[in-house]
Antibody, heavy 121, light 108 residues
Framework: QVQLVESGGGVVQPGGSLRLSCAAS????????LHWVRQAPGKGLEWVTF????????YYADSVKGRFTISRDNSKNTLYLQMNSLRAEDTAVYYC??????????????WGQGTLVTVSS | EIVLTQSPGTLSLSPGERATLSCRAS???????LAWYQQKPGQAPRVLIY???SRATGIPDRFSGSGSGTDFTLTISRLEPEDFAVYYC?????????FGQGTKVEIK
């Protein structure tokens, strides 16, 4: 079945770096755009970044622009998020999600189970 | 950036009752790019409605979406015990995706 599995979360000090991975299976990875969405503890969902299926187009939320980099390896069916200059406010569960485009519209489906990133000294 | 405001913040209802959730956008949203998600504690969100009114695969018909422009509604016709959760609306526009802050549907 279609599945996304995130990894790489953990505890990091302010100013530090971390790289998240999202392994995909059950669909043609190279045909879909992908997102990272985060959720701070007890808070709502915040879109972080998007990468198109070919990796040539990327968009970022203003809150992470210049600090985070999204990338993908279509030969490994894996999505990445390189996070630099981390701040306490980056603490969140990070989800990867496939961008599904239908006859009408576009939506996030499915989502991975998430990986927790904690920025703390 | 388009801001989505959901109301109410919390909805306290009993099983079998009807739930009406609102999502208001700060500027007009294409109906094609308005979706609703359900999230239960400790779980990832899952899509319920896309294109403002189309049910996603496997979603029961007690869930329905409506609206256009700046006002959208998610209706749960008769609440089942498994429907008590947090619901988010989401839109896409100008290379940005945004979510509402969520509505929690809790058991009264």
């Amino acid at each position: 079945q279609v599945q996304l599995v995130e990894s790489g979360g953990g505890v990091v000090q302010p100013g530090g770096s971390l790289r998240l991975s999202c392994a995909a299976s059950g669909f043609t990875f190279s045909s879909y755009g992908l997102h990272w969405v985060r959720q701070a503890p007890g808070k709502g969902l915040e879109w972080v970044t998007f990468i198109r299926y070919g990796g040539d187009i990327k968009y970022y939320a203003d809150s992470v622009k210049g600090r985070f980099t999204i990338s993908r390896d279509n030969s490994k069916n894996t999505l990445y998020l390189q996070m630099n200059s981390l701040r306490a406010e980056d603490t969140a569960v990070y989800y990867c999600a496939r961008s599904f485009r239908g006859v009408v519209g576009e939506w996030f489906d499915p989502w991975g189970q998430g990986t927790l990133v904690t920025v703390s000294s | 950036e388009i801001v989505l405001t959901q109301s109410p913040g919390t909805l306290s209802l009993s099983p079998g009752e009807r739930a009406t959730l609102s999502c208001r956008a700060s500027q007009s949203v294409s109906s094609s790019y308005l979706a609703w998600y359900q999230q239960k504690p400790g779980q990832a969100p899952r899509v319920l409605i896309y294109g403002a009114s189309s049910r996603a695969t496997g979603i029961p018909d007690r869930f329905s979406g409506s609206g256009s422009g700046t006002d959208f509604t998610l209706t749960i016709s008769r609440l089942e015990p498994e429907d008590f959760a947090v619901y988010y609306c989401q839109q896409y526009g100008s290379s940005r995706w945004t979510f509402g802050q969520g509505t929690k549907v809790e058991i009264k």
